[in-house]
């Protein structure tokens, strides 16, 4: 079976065709910056039959799939080939566990705040879920002085 660039050591071999999807990470070996995401192995298409509408399925682009991260995906087109571990996490059944799962490696491993020892951010994503959180890092800041604040007026 071809997987094409992924490596599936965490999953082991499987069809594609018995799966909805996947969580993948994708990371650049030499600075240690990843992403999280998700990508489905079919796809359905949409055609006009006799003034209908009927679809069928195919199967996507997973095999060369680059992530929708417009950041990562530069650097990967940039790169010289091996700099990047395109790896399958989890396999799933269905569109839920596939979005849950998503969201819980996200979650987890706090793509938006994590930081390398460098101070530099550990993942690309900028969103979890497909959810944007602009500005909460600026919040979260502001809410831990306002908390400091409050402490040392509280007498105790």
């Not at 550990?122 to 502001?142: C, D, L």
């Not at 604040?149 to 105790?156: D, G, L, T």
Request: aromatic share 14%; proline share 2%; net charge positive.
């Amino acid at each position: 079976m071809d997987y094409g660039h992924w490596d599936i050591q965490a999953v082991g071999e499987f069809d594609p065709s018995d799966w909805f999807g996947f969580i993948y990470r994708i990371q650049h070996t030499g600075t240690g910056r990843a992403y999280i995401g998700k990508k489905i192995f079919t796809k359905k298409i949409w055609r006009q039959v006799n003034k209908k509408k009927k679809s069928h399925r195919t199967e996507s682009d997973w095999r060369l799939y680059h992530s929708s991260s417009e950041e990562l995906k530069t650097e990967i087109a940039q790169s010289e080939s091996g700099q990047y571990c395109f790896v399958i996490l989890r396999l799933c059944s269905g569109k839920a566990e596939w979005s849950y799962l998503e969201e819980q490696y996200q979650y987890t491993l706090n793509v938006l705040f994590a930081r390398l020892p460098d101070g530099t951010k550990a993942y690309y994503n900028k969103t979890i879920g497909h959810r944007h959180f602009a500005g909460v890092e600026k919040q979260m800041g502001i809410t831990v002085d306002k908390m400091s604040s409050r402490q040392a007026a509280i007498p105790q």
